[in-house]
């Protein structure tokens, strides 16, 4: 089983910045797309930011040009580097991978979420 463990959530002003991190462990045999993804109150839960093995990234249109995610592959792990943070960003931050283990074939695994709260 892969688990994913989030870091870096918090309070934060709007304008300012976080940094969020995902490490993905257990038998893990090759992780392809990387991914945020976010759910506010009352709201579906939204792509945020993807990226994949090979570095190509993709990005919802509200964050462009205010986000970056990044991952190193060595580390199994996945960032995503919040600046400009406004409150509409608000929101519970889960991590996501398609990772193919030594026993199962390609499957996405969440993690556990981390509250972003930005305050205006």
């Known amino acids: 089983q892969v688990q994913l463990v989030e870091s870096g959530g918090g309070l934060v002003q709007a304008g300012g910045s976080l940094r969020l991190s995902c490490v993905a462990s257990?038998?893990?045999?090759?992780?392809?797309?990387m991914g945020w993804y976010r759910q506010a109150p009352g709201k579906q839960r939204e792509l945020v930011a993807a990226?994949?093995?090979?570095?190509?990234?993709n990005y919802a249109d509200y964050v462009k040009g205010r986000f970056t995610i990044s991952r190193d592959n060595a580390k199994n792990t996945v960032y995503l580097q919040m600046n400009s943070l406004k409150s509409e960003d608000t929101a519970v931050y889960y991590c996501?991978?398609?990772?193919?283990?030594?026993?199962?074939?390609?499957?996405?695994?969440w993690g556990q979420g981390t509250q972003v709260t930005v305050s205006s």
């Open positions: 996501n991978v398609d990772a193919r283990t030594i026993i199962t074939d390609i499957r996405g695994y």
């Open positions: 257990g038998p893990i045999f090759s992780i392809n797309v």
């Open positions: 990226i994949t093995s090979r570095g190509s990234t």
